[in-house]
């Protein structure tokens, strides 16, 4: 990787090299960070879509949930990928904003009803007394769309996607001796009134490992 290299073409490779392993489960799986506060948050989510024209990732969530909570209040997030059987890891930097409601709807409709019913059902992250409410709550939805032979669940206003939109990108492939391999692509970026995205050229650095 050199300073004419573009990040964005190098992501949608790694990623692809992920997803092409038989021997992992979930290759689209990274850590996402968020914070309200002073104290960052971590979790595991799945990313479904890349952009390698403007640079973003989505991922979809309840927006109610403490990351949706936290990106209300924060937008910035910082996301991780680690492939152990290809040696890589890939870090990024960002700000979150929420996906257009098409992109949201059409992901919705895609995923099986038992997906959709625990979006619409499921207050994520809330203290509940006990699963079997939110099992009783399931099997009623189930018996009222056989009972109307509904064949169309809506998307919840609740749930939908966020882009995470990259600030920084850093590349890092294992070495012997330690001697790995780290690239850090930088750039400055902003948003309009309508999410539209403005950016500056991307800067690049070699890091010692």
Known sequence: MNAQSNP???????LLDAANRSDMQYPNAFCLSTSSDSLPDSRIVLYKLFNDEHGYLTFFTNYESKKGSDLE???AAA???YWDKLGRQLRLKGKCV???GSESDDYFASRPILNQLNAKLSQQSQPIE?????????IAEQDAIQKNDISLIHRPNHWGGFRLYF???EFWEAGEGRFHERYLFQRTISFDSKDHLDSTNWKFSILQP
């Not at 964005?8 to 790694?14: D, E, M, R, S």
């Not at 006990?130 to 399931?138: A, G």
Request: glycine share 0%; proline share 4%.
């Open 79 to 81: 996301a991780v990928f």
């Open 130 to 138: 006990s699963l079997k409410i939110l099992n009783d709550k399931l």
């Open 98 to 100: 929420k996906s257009p």
């Open 167 to 169: 600030s920084s990108v």
């Open 73 to 75: 209040v924060n937008n």
């Open 8 to 14: 964005l073409i190098i992501i949608k490779a790694w």
